[in-house]
């Protein structure tokens, strides 16, 4: 551990790169030798995935693989997968909880929230998968799913009560949906499911 600190020191000093000051980071994740490993790839897999929890802790860290972090890495794993078959069998949905006019105590609006109707563990709040969606994208379909049903139910709101009794709803993006270049044209196509669904 002292000889990693080490290097993460000796790798984190400022550094003068084209005239200017940088300031570069470092991780370190170790793996110990172990008898169970068979090949060359598995020590590496193993310090790869301590490098990961090194930077989950902060960055400039030092992290040690043990059987705990084995358990997590497939815990994600099996979670990612999941998520992914979720999606397909469209198995989230928007949930809306209602914010207040403290003024008057009526609804002003909602805010849409997605649930998972998880097969096997019910109904799961954001808390239960949305790190995992984040880390492997899959944030980003699911955001695009969420728009589309929360459009369909504004839409149903909208035929059944008219547009002057129809609240605001907000609905959260992720930052990595900000970062697609076709959200726009997703925002656009979920106009036209709306109009669709008013043209019934």
Known sequence: M???ERIVDTLTKPVT?????????ASLGIALSRTAYATPEEPLRDADTAMYRAKGMGGGQVAVFDSAMHQRMVSVFSLENELRAGLQRDEFEPWFQPVVDL????IA????????????????APGAFLQVAEDTGLVVPMGRQALVRVVQVVTDWLLRFGPDKLPWISLNLSNRQFQQPDLVTAACGVEKVREQILAR
């Not at 790169?17 to 980071?25: F, Q």
């Not at 003024?103 to 009526?106: I, L, Q």
């Not at 909602?110 to 109707?117: C, G, I, K, P, V």
């Open 2 to 4: 002292r000889v990693a």
């Open 103 to 106: 003024r008057t105590g009526r």
């Open 17 to 25: 790169v084209g005239g200017r000051e940088v300031v570069p980071g």
């Open 109 to 124: 609006g909602f805010e849409s929230l997605m649930r998972w109707n998880h097969p096997k563990r019910g109904v799961l």
